[in-house]
């Protein structure tokens, strides 16, 4: 008895080393810390991977329906807004309901607009099913979500932490492309969207398990201290920095959707094999996922800044690579258009969030982040429809290629003028 309390008083050289084994071991905090980023990361992978499935449906529609790219695109445009419109209402409700609560509705959303899709006959079906209904179940799931918790439990490595969680988005939809156009060639797209809803209907129960121990009265309580002093939406919308974030969003979401959702129509219309070209263009989102986290990571220590502008200048290449292509046979600009956009995929979004946090903390974090975030639907929901639009006009992705770098270029102007820290009124 007399050694174990020597041991813990440190008193002897060879006691203090039996001291210091348990200081290893996670902590009961860091351990839930830890598995909290691991249940965001797969619920954001399993909703984002739903929704990126639309670039191979979108193609499966315009063969079914011969409907043109914009009238195919109309319903990821409508996605995209009402992904940015709902996202402060998202951020409100986790701020005040906590992750839970939100990913059961969002899974039960998910799951019946993923199933009523593969009985749709018409455009404007699909454009409420998947613009509205399947959108707002996978908000539900995405980053407004789970920022705001793991900015508050990662204050050190918040970079690193959103990185971790943003990587989940190209990690799905790496995954999403070749494994939804598997499933179409196998039972065609009504049997893929049936397939997918299935397995959303059984995930979602167990996804929300994943967040039972982490509700916002936790936290809040032990921080209601800092809500004086935290920021506000009134105070925030007052800085230029809110509104430079606010266009750093759309333009990032312009220069991105411009190419994203019409990357394997553009790869099919110049003569690539469907399958092939899924596969190349998956594989190449799946760079994505080392892609966000260094980036992220990186942003810890260089800046959020410097990390942005080093991920638009990557994705310019690999859009100017794409731009190169006018064959099948030119596979490894095919090759080098994938890795590079991404490799870069969503890999700004860790830096913005960060940013986000980082210039306005306080418990109205996830309201704030959430109306920003209204940027993200405006600039990928003109985006993905002008890119459609543009091919009509001049059946050609040249035109849509060539604005999504002019809006990366600014993004990056933007970013860049976020350097000093806003001044607390």
Known sequence: MGRTVAAVQGVGPSERRV???????????????SLLLAGAFV??????????????????????????????SIAYSVSQMISGATSPLVGILVDRLGPRRLVLIGGCLLAVGLIASSFANALWQIIVLYGVIM?????????VVFVPILSRRFVRNRGLAVSVVQSANGFARAFSAPLSQLLIVTWGWRGAYLAQGGFMAAAFLPLAALFKNSEPQRMMGAGRSAAVSGWTLQRAIRTPHFWLLFLVYVFTGLGSFLVALHQLAFAVTLGFDKLYAAEVLGLGAFLSLPGVIITGTLSDYVGRELSAIVTYGTSIFGVICAMLITSPD????????????GLTWGARGPAITAKTADLFPGPQLGTILGVITIGT????????WLAGWSFDITGSYQVAFALSIFFYACGGVAFWALRRPPAAD
């Open 135 to 143: 959108t707002l179940g996978a908000n539900c799931l995405g980053l």
């Open 330 to 341: 030119q596979h490894l600009l095919l090759w080098l258009h994938s890795c590079f956009f």
């Open 19 to 33: 001291t210091v084994r348990p200081r290893i071991s996670l902590t009961p905090s860091s351990r839930q810390a």
């Open 377 to 384: 639907g405006i600039g990928s929901a003109s985006g993905s």
């Open 43 to 72: 619920t954001f992978a399993v909703g984002a991977a739903c929704m990126h499935s639309y670039t191979v449906f979108l193609v499966a529609f315009i063969e079914a329906f011969g409907w043109t790219r914009a009238e195919s």
